[in-house]
């Protein structure tokens, strides 16, 4: 039985705005690196950045979608136990070890390691729910990556025979693998709790497990100096990468389903490399161009496999 058509283009704007958030959410993750990066010379520690990062985020969701958060107070206390798991995952697993991994390699080697993301994400929907891969869609994962890792080596067969694995490597495997279960799992959301509510929540959990993480770090390890580029370092992140960003993903992931969500995921060095042009004054090559188009048609042929 068909939908009715008033149905049919609901669904289709609903899943075209997933696109756009998840599309916004990259953008706003492309800075994410360089920050980190930043950081590591600005002398910040990891856990001290992730945890400054979310408790501005979270003060920005309390402040916007207090009320509708709390609304929904029972519904989420009802979920506590997903709600917990999925912040100690992302906002605390895949965060910190991302940072981590910033600390200890260049953002060329963590770049490429996060563009196997569509990979591990088809895997898991393989593995858990026994989907079923088609050849368009491993062709699409083939493209996207393909473009990804044309525009990281900058089209240089000598920067991949540099490569070396290192420690920062590691971190970053496990951080694109935390990435890619969030996207994962985010199909398992309860559907009765709106997405800023959950966001709101994760966030606040996200802040307290951090607490003594980064009292930790900063008695332990070193304390960080509250200046003006740390400020605007932490304001950032909190801002854009941690309430904007994580936003966009996470209610694009849930409108157009984790698996279409992965392949965006490879937007991320296009956009890195597009504001190194714009903000860092790097030159635009042949191969960003390139790239682009192969990581753009990988998507389009990963999500639109099924229409014909």
Known sequence: MNSPPGETGHETKRVVSGYALLTAGILFWAGNAIVGRLAAGADIPPLTLNFFRWSIALMFFLAIFGRSTWEQRHLLWESRKFIVIYSILTIIGFNCTFYIALQKTTVLQASLI????????????????????????????????????????????????????????????????????????????????????????????????????????????RPTAFTQESILLFLYLGIFAGFLGTSCWNEGTYRTGPAQAGYFGNLYPVFTGALAILLLGESLHWYHLTGAALVVAGIWLAIFHNSK
């Open 114 to 221: 996060q563009s196997i993301l569509p990979v591990l994400v088809l895997l898991l929907a393989l593995v858990v729910l026994k989907t079923k891969i088609t050849g368009q869609q491993w062709w699409g994962v083939i493209f996207s990556i393909g473009g990804a890792v044309l525009i990281i080596v900058r089209g240089d067969w000598e920067v991949v025979q540099s490569l070396r694995i290192q420690d920062g490597d590691i971190w970053a495997l496990v951080a694109v693998f935390l990435w890619a279960l969030q996207v994962f799992l985010m199909r398992y959301k309860p559907q009765a709790i709106d997405i800023i509510p959950f966001m709101t929540a994760i966030a606040a959990v996200g802040v307290i497990v951090m607490m003594p993480m980064y009292w930790w770090e900063y008695t332990t390890v």
